[in-house]
């Protein structure tokens, strides 16, 4: 499994019990907040930094 679909499967069960758990607009607060978690770190690196990571990405890390 690719660390992006554990992020994924992570991001959805903490939607899923937030929303049985807590009001809607709390919800909502908790999905903006884990969809813009990583879009927000990925937009603070720099661009040289944003080329090593998506060089990463392709070769696979780990490998």
Known sequence: MS???KYAIGA???VLLS??????WVTLLVV???VAA???GYM???PSQRE???RARRRGIGR
């Open 32 to 34: 903006l907040g884990v």
């Open 52 to 54: 090593r990571l998506k």
């Open 38 to 40: 990583p879009v927000v």
């Open 19 to 24: 929303w049985m758990i807590l009001p809607g």
């Open 3 to 5: 660390p992006i679909q």
């Open 44 to 46: 603070m690196l720099d």
């Open 12 to 14: 959805g069960i903490a």
